[in-house]
Structures are given as structure tokens and as C-alpha cells.
């Protein structure tokens, strides 16, 4: 009998899609192409000075050329305590607070921490590729609430009841979204955490766009919002998005004393600590003040609203308003089963992958967030680039028939 070489649970998980179609994009570049990427979710601005150079002074330190715990420097525990409370006036301790190596490893001990074979998780889609992937790796099961551009991809009270079943043990929540900018009112906010308190379940909320909210939006901790939550909510955080810091690799999870515990001995066993001159710059940043956070919030929210009017002119396509992160979602239904250049889509990922090849245009299908039909752009790219690429588009589009 021959055995397969890859376990079922590693073959079952799939390649992430937002980095596949960047990887895409940058060998294409590589090749001589002009491609302009609208793919991944990462600042263009480079991380600020005064944190490279915390690092620098790091690497110098020989404390830091050892092991150092597995949950995290203390001193890094402390800040995001202290950073907690001063953003979103979550008051928490240092127990309750476990370092890791980016939000994507938090998102896969927290889902790998509370759940066991058969538990229910309800996503609300569009939702963000890595979270179905660390819910069936862990064996929950993932149930979707699914939201359209007439709600403004924001999920109702009636929605969530729909999906909940005596299976069910979590709630994924997240505002601002990715891939949607979505971002829930106070008064929401506050309902869906009622609702999950009322039915006993667990909240896992990621806050990693907290500080990227626009126009007359803000963002409110479902934490916060209700404190009856505090037993049964995860908080999931990082560095990457605020401080443009995604290489640095720092996430963070806050729980409950004993949920953070026991990810602690998994992490213990899996990576042990996060590189030490990584969490040096990223005391530095939750410690510093948020200027370079506002110079960057600025920057997006022009972009943001060139996006949105440049994407709204083109016949056929709808793109609602983000109001937080850095992405717009525009649906892009309208305009499959059409003919472009001797072929005819009749899916979005079929549709972005012409895109790629005729506009030299990288966009990420709605395929890769559980709701086809759409296309998610990240306005987290020059100014220039991004006239340049939607205006690709619509030249492209404009050829439909």
C-alpha cells in the first residue's frame, strides 16, 4: 500500500492567494514587464527611522543574542498593555498578553488554542485568506455570514442568529476589514458583542487596522464595547499595518490568563520567542508617538478616494466606500460572460488573471475571500502607480462587449 507523501491536513490547506498573485506580479516585473500590483497589503513607506534605528542598537545588545522567553520580552508586554489601554480603553495584564511571530501566528494559536474537532466558527465574507485556513487546520468548522455592496459589506444581528447552532463556539470579528474596509458603528459594534455574550460564545476580534479609519469613521473595540465579553474575547494585533513593519514579523494575541497560557506552551514548542531585534523595534514603535501613523493615514485616505471615483467611473463596476484599512472591494459582477479580447470570462479569477496578462494589472480575485464576483485592490501603493493601474482597467473594460 502506498501512503501519500503529504499529510491530508498539509495538503488540504491552500497556498495563500494575495501573496501568490504578488509573487506573480514581481516576477513578471522581474521579466521587464511593467506590472503595477494592487495585490498585497503592505504600506509602500518604508518603516520609520527612529524604530530601524532601536533595531540597530538591538543587534548590538547581547542580551538580545540569546534566548529570551517564549511569550515575549516583558518590556514588550508592558507597551502593549499600556498601548491597549490608551487606543481602545481595554484595560489588560502582561499575563494576558502572549508576543508572536506576526498576526498570522497569532490567528493560528488562537483558533488552534479554543477549538477542537467539529466546532463551529461563524466568519462574516469577504473575508481575509488566512482565517479559513487556520480555523480547519485547528478542526473547526467554518460557517460564513455573507455580505454584498448594498449593506456596505457589513453583516446583521439576523445574519449572525441565521448561523448560529448549538455547535458553534466562536465569532470572528474584524473592523476595519480585510479585504472590504468595512468598518461597524459604535451602536454595532456594541449589539453583535451583546448577542455573543448573551449566547455564550467566544469573540476572536483582529484590531490590526485600529489606527487606518477615514472620513467620519472610528474604530470601536468589541472588547470596550462590551465589557461582559472580557472572559470569552481574543484580540488579535501586530505592528505590520500601522508602523509599516510587515517584514519585522510581531503580532501579538491578549485572552483570557488561561487561553494565553496554553498558546504560550504552543508557541514554546513551535518557534519559542520572536526574534529579539524585532520586538527592540517594535517596543520602540508602540512607545513613540503616532505622527508617522498620521502621515501615512493621510497619504491612504487620498488614495482612497481616487480609488473609489476612478472605480466607480468605469461602466459596470460598484465600489462602496471603504471606510477603514487600505482596500477596495469593488463588485465586478456586471461584467462576466462578457467578451475581451477573444475570451469571456465567466469568473473572477478568470477576469484577474486577464487583467494580469492584457493591463499588466495585478488584482485579487474575490474567489480568494469567499465572495466571487468581486476584485480586492490595495490603494497601499504611490500615487502615480495607482492612476496608472485603475486607468489600465478601465481602458481594459472598456473593450468588454
Not at 487606543?87 to 502572549?98: A, F, M, N
Not at 439576523?158 to 447552532?165: K, S, V, Y
Not at 493615514?297 to 468605469?314: C, G, K, P, S, Y
Request: charged fraction near 20%; charge should be negative; glycine fraction near 8%.
Amino acid at each position: 500500500m502506498t501512503r501519500p507523501r503529504i499529510s491530508a491536513r498539509i495538503a488540504a490547506i491552500s497556498e495563500s492567494a494575495t501573496l501568490a498573485v504578488d509573487s506573480k506580479a514581481k516576477a513578471m516585473k522581474a521579466a521587464g514587464r511593467p506590472v503595477i500590483g494592487f495585490g498585497a497589503g503592505e504600506p509602500d513607506f518604508p518603516t520609520p527611522d527612529y524604530i530601524v534605528e532601536a533595531a540597530v542598537e538591538a543587534a548590538r545588545n547581547p542580551r538580545f543574542h540569546k534566548y529570551t522567553p517564549a511569550g515575549g520580552l516583558p518590556e514588550l508586554k508592558q507597551a502593549i498593555v499600556d498601548k491597549t489601554l490608551r487606543d481602545s480603553g481595554y484595560r489588560t495584564e502582561t499575563s494576558q498578553v502572549l508576543i508572536t511571530n506576526g498576526g498570522k501566528q497569532a490567528v493560528y494559536e488562537a483558533f488552534a488554542t479554543l477549538l477542537d474537532p467539529g466546532d463551529e466558527v461563524i466568519v462574516i465574507a469577504p473575508y481575509w485568506t488566512t482565517y479559513p485556513e487556520a480555523i480547519k487546520l485547528a478542526g473547526g468548522v467554518q460557517v460564513d455570514v455573507v455580505t454584498d455592496e448594498t449593506t456596505g459589506y457589513l453583516a446583521s444581528l439576523d445574519q449572525l442568529e441565521a448561523a448560529r447552532t448549538e455547535r458553534t463556539k466562536a465569532l470572528l470579528f474584524v473592523s476595519p476589514s480585510n479585504p472590504t474596509g468595512a468598518v461597524y458603528g459604535r451602536a454595532e459594534v456594541e449589539a453583535i458583542g451583546h448577542w455573543a455574550a448573551e449566547h455564550g460564545l467566544w469573540v476572536v476580534t483582529d484590531e490590526i487596522y485600529e489606527h487606518l479609519v477615514y472620513g467620519g469613521a472610528e474604530f470601536t473595540s468589541i472588547a470596550t464595547a462590551t465589557p461582559e465579553l472580557a472572559d470569552r474575547v481574543i484580540i488579535l494585533n501586530g505592528v505590520a499595518k500601522t508602523y509599516a513593519m510587515t517584514g519585522w514579523r510581531v503580532g501579538w494575541m491578549i485572552g483570557p490568563k488561561d487561553v494565553v497560557k496554553a498558546a504560550t506552551n504552543l508557541q514554546s514548542h513551535a518557534t519559542s520567542n520572536v526574534a529579539n531585534v524585532s520586538q527592540a523595534a517594535a517596543l520602540t514603535a508602540l512607545t513613540g508617538d503616532l505622527s508617522a501613523v498620521a502621515t501615512m493615514r493621510e497619504a491612504f485616505d487620498r488614495r482612497r478616494q481616487t480609488m473609489v471615483r476612478m472605480l466607480n467611473e468605469i461602466p459596470g463596476v460598484v465600489c462602496p466606500e471603504p471606510l477603514g484599512a487600505f482596500y477596495a472591494y469593488p463588485s465586478v459582477k456586471q461584467l462576466l460572460g462578457k467578451e475581451l479580447r477573444g475570451h469571456r470570462p465567466a469568473t473572477t479569477a478568470e477576469l484577474a488573471e486577464l487583467v494580469l496578462e492584457e493591463a499588466e494589472v495585478a488584482v485579487v480575485p474575490g474567489e480568494a475571500f469567499g465572495t466571487p464576483g468581486y476584485f480586492r485592490l490595495s490603494y497601499a501603493l504611490g500615487d502615480d502607480d495607482l492612476v496608472e493601474g485603475v486607468s489600465r482597467i478601465g481602458k481594459l473594460f472598456s473593450e468588454l462587449r
